[in-house]
């Protein structure tokens, strides 16, 4: 009979004994040490508490933390009394932790470490606070500045999803917005893969596919930063996460909606930088902007803007406000949600306890606030409150939905306001959308021609400032597309604008609760150009096109 030595299962018992070896022997220094021992073989690893160390200095120092409550770290140490160790023992509690040492096993602390290939990049706070700090993050954020960068980046690690944690999916797909400075994120279910789209300059753009199985554990992922329920999937739900970066952190916005084939995410980014636009670069055109300007250095009166979502009413206000702000005055905003934060203003958010836009406004004017900003007027004794504080020594702005600036007075008096006192306290209404740039780098020359002429040379001829338009009217620029657009042949968006200012005759047709149609008659002799004509006057100004213009407003009366 021949035995047959098995050499790998020699090896095996071998190492088996070693490690039993080891882990008694460091039994018995726990002793000496006067340190508890235990095992992370059979210990799970929290990889919030790991990723508090960072990779090379948990294997230089032979450390890893593996559990933590609160700001109760557990920490595993080769050698408790390490020159070290005793280093990164002193920068956690410099740090506001309370350390508790555990004595371990090399190959305990080599389990530990097998956990850093799966961390993500990220660090989740118990806030909802995702802080993207690693350099391979950021890099993303500064080089895919084009769409088909970061759709290659993607799919890449889709594919590659096996060796990544899907949490490393999620970032490159925010990371990628962010370089993009998309405003939204779109992940939209069909019934054999999901479908990733960015909104660029409030348009939206494919961008890649998921298959089923990574959707399902994104969705969790994405459920669990936002401070949702992960087992409700039929019900819709919001929430919210926070991302730190270098440059500010950037609120994301998070919409959950049952579809057919699964759940649909949306994911709004407020990125600070794009409110940074001062009032005098918003697109307003000159006069109205003089007229603006008049109007928010009074003490008093309200200043109405309107238009739908995603038209831009948000970075106005804030441009306004920033522009007021001033160490002399308090400033007191009602919001739904808050958007961007703003130094020096007291921003306070509605909710569904009872603190509305109108118990906001009730308290508000019980802090001597000089400004008041509420974010929409959505019913009567919101408007009500809103109009006697502007009759009362308060500067207020607000929005109010309307199709245009006409609009605004007959809505006022629809919400039961007497229309007798709406001129005392409404100063200016505007109204406001949003179009795309051209691209500087790659938009073409055309000439003026056909209908299109034809229908430019109709509108301009009633714009009543005819110093604002230009006396060459022989041709226009094109969209083309290029690698810094995106191929879409625009870059950036700017408001195109209308406004009312309340004037005597504005006030007569308010107070006979007059048509739309009739205050715009009310309206002729202000010289104000309406929302059609300051987008015509871009037009011809190269800013941009006829198709993008009518992409939001109609040309037609």
């Not at 726990?30 to 073989?41: D, H, I």
């Not at 055109?285 to 831009?312: C, F, H, N």
């Not at 009759?391 to 207020?396: A, I, N, Y």
């Not at 408001?495 to 149609?517: C, F, L, P, W």
């Amino acid at each position: 009979m021949t035995i047959q030595f098995d050499e790998d299962k020699q090896n095996r018992k071998m190492t088996d004994l070693l490690h039993r070896e080891e882990e008694s022997l460091v039994q018995v220094l726990s002793g000496k040490y006067n340190v508890e021992y235990t095992s992370l073989l059979t210990t799970p690893i929290n990889t919030d508490a790991l990723r508090l160390i960072d990779e090379q200095t948990s294997r230089d120092s032979l450390v890893a933390a593996f559990a933590i409550i609160d700001k109760k770290i557990k920490l595993a140490a080769r050698n408790p009394t390490d020159i070290k160790t005793v280093a990164v023992v002193e920068k956690l509690e410099k740090a506001g932790y309370n350390p508790q040492i555990y004595i371990v096993s090399k190959q305990s602390l080599e389990k530990a470490w097998k956990y850093f290939k799966d961390l993500s990049f990220a660090h989740e706070s118990r806030a909802g606070s995702l802080e993207i700090s690693s350099e391979q993050i950021t890099a993303i954020i500064d080089q895919a500045k084009s769409l088909p960068t970061v759709i290659s980046i993607l799919e890449n690690t889709i594919i590659a999803k096996k060796s990544y944690r899907v949490s490393r999916i999620l970032e490159i797909v925010v990371a990628g917005a962010l370089a993009l400075d998309a405003s939204d994120i779109h992940l939209e279910p069909e019934e054999g893969y999901v479908r990733l789209r960015y909104r660029l300059d409030g348009v939206l753009q494919d961008v890649t596919r998921f298959d089923n199985e990574t959707y399902g554990l994104l969705l969790s992922r994405m459920k669990l930063i936002s401070g949702m329920k992960l087992n409700i999937k039929k019900d819709s739900q919001d929430g919210r996460f926070s991302i730190h970066l270098a440059v500010g952190e950037v609120e994301v916005r998070v919409s959950i909606l049952p579809g057919a084939y699964n759940e649909s995410v949306v994911m709004r980014l407020l990125n600070p930088k794009s409110i940074s636009v001062p009032l005098e670069e918003l697109g307003i055109q000159p006069k109205l902007l003089k007229i603006l300007l008049a109007e928010v250095d009074r003490p008093d009166g309200m200043t109405l803007t309107t238009g739908p979502t995603g038209s831009g009413k948000t970075t106005t206000l804030y441009a306004i406000l920033k522009k007021v702000h001033s160490s002399d005055v308090k400033i007191i905003t009602i919001e739904d949600p808050i958007e961007y934060h703003l130094p020096g203003i007291v921003q306070t958010q509605v909710n569904d306890k009872g603190y509305t836009f109108l118990e906001g406004l009730r308290a508000a004017v019980r802090q001597d606030p000089d400004i008041i900003m509420v974010g929409e007027i959505r019913d009567n004794e919101t408007a009500d409150i809103a109009i006697n504080s502007a009759l009362t020594g308060h500067l207020v702005f607000s929005t109010i939905h309307t199709n245009d600036a006409a609009g605004t007075f007959p809505r006022l008096i629809e919400l039961g306001i007497n229309p007798k006192i709406i001129p005392s306290a409404v100063r200016l209404a505007m109204a406001q959308r949003l179009v795309r740039r051209l691209c500087k780098n790659c938009k073409k020359e055309i000439v003026l021609e056909g209908e299109t002429k034809k229908i430019i040379e109709e509108i301009v001829a009633v714009i009543e400032d005819v110093s604002l338009v230009p006396t060459d009217r022989s041709k226009i620029w094109a969209a083309v597309g290029c690698d810094k657009c995106n191929n879409t042949g625009y870059k950036g968006r700017i408001g195109v604008y209308e406004a009312i200012s309340m004037t005597k005759e504005i006030e007569e047709s308010v107070q006979n609760n007059s048509s739309d149609r009739e205050i715009w008659n009310a309206a002729k002799g202000q010289g104000i150009p309406t929302m059609r004509q300051d987008g015509i006057l871009k037009i011809l100004q190269g800013i941009t096109t006829v198709e993008e213009l009518t992409r939001v407003i109609s040309l037609n009366d």
